[in-house]
């Protein structure tokens, strides 16, 4: 069983930069494939990117590449979303996932989730 929480969303005008944080309970955070997704007004919940356990290998979705980056620190049970370059599409409300054994794109992957966080961001 795992928790997560996460933080750092707020109000940025567009071409600014947010970096989301997500805390996980639990001693067995490095085992961990971690995700985070985002739903925007309207719209339903989407990939953004993810990062295994061990290799720490990511991937992203199209739209965040070169814009985003996923990392961990496995020692913090953290995981962070570090978003650069923000435009008013990204606006949404940004949760974080756990799964033991998954890394895509698919939220029905993922075991654990957060509350959410809601970024908006102003042109």
């Known amino acids: 069983q795992v928790q997560l929480v996460e933080s750092g969303g707020g109000l940025v005008q567009a071409g600014g930069s947010l970096r989301l944080s997500c805390a996980a309970s639990?001693?067995?955070?490095?085992?961990?494939?971690m995700g985070w997704f985002r739903q925007p007004p309207g719209k339903e919940r989407e990939f953004v990117a993810a990062i295994r356990a061990g290799s720490g290998s990511t991937n992203y979705a199209d739209s965040v590449k070169g814009r985003f980056t996923i990392s961990r620190d496995n020692a913090k049970n953290t995981v962070y979303l570090q978003m650069n370059s923000l435009k008013p599409e990204d606006t949404a409300v940004y949760y974080c996932?756990?799964?033991?054994?998954?890394?895509?794109?698919?939220?029905?992957?993922?075991?654990?989730w957060g509350q959410g966080t809601q970024v908006t961001v102003s042109s």
């Open positions: 639990g001693r067995t955070f490095s085992v961990y494939m």
């Open positions: 996932a756990a799964s033991t054994y998954y890394s895509g794109d698919l939220s029905s992957g993922y075991n654990y």
